[in-house]
Nanobody, 124 residues
Framework: QVQLVESGGGLVPAGGSLRLSCTVS????????VSWFRQAPGNEREFVAV????????YYADSVKGRFTVSRDNAKNTVFLQMNSLKPEDRAVYYC?????????????????WGQGTRVTVSS
């Protein structure tokens, strides 16, 4: 059973930075395409960023492009989301998700495995 555990959320002032981590159990981490999604109160879960198996391919939602960077360390079974220039509208619970297909899906239903989420709060 694959397990994903997010960490690194917290409270930060607008303009600040946070680095989220997603650690994935199992010895086949490099097989997974991993994405970050977020869900604000009253909103649907939305795509943030995706990273391919080797880390060389990444895609971002327009709302975070240029501010967020996704990366991975396959030796440590971990994916990171560096979030800079945070805005109040970035406030949400952030989830990482993994799947083994060969697509870079931006849809939540394209992912088999999910973490429990980590909360990010940005004060204005």
């Amino acid at each position: 059973q694959v397990q994903l555990v997010e960490s690194g959320g917290g409270l930060v002032p607008a303009g600040g930075s946070l680095r989220l981590s997603c650690t994935v159990s199992g010895r086949t981490f490099s097989r997974y395409v991993v994405s970050w999604f977020r869900q604000a109160p009253g909103n649907e879960r939305e795509f943030v960023a995706v990273i391919g198996r080797s880390g060389s391919i990444t895609y971002y939602a327009d709302s975070v492009k240029g501010r967020f960077t996704v990366s991975r360390d396959n030796a440590k079974n971990t994916v990171f989301l560096q979030m800079n220039s945070l805005k109040p509208e970035d406030r949400a619970v952030y989830y990482c998700a993994a799947q083994t297909s060969y697509s870079y899906s931006r849809l939540a239903n394209g992912y088999n495995f999910w973490g429990q989420g980590t909360r990010v709060t940005v004060s204005s």
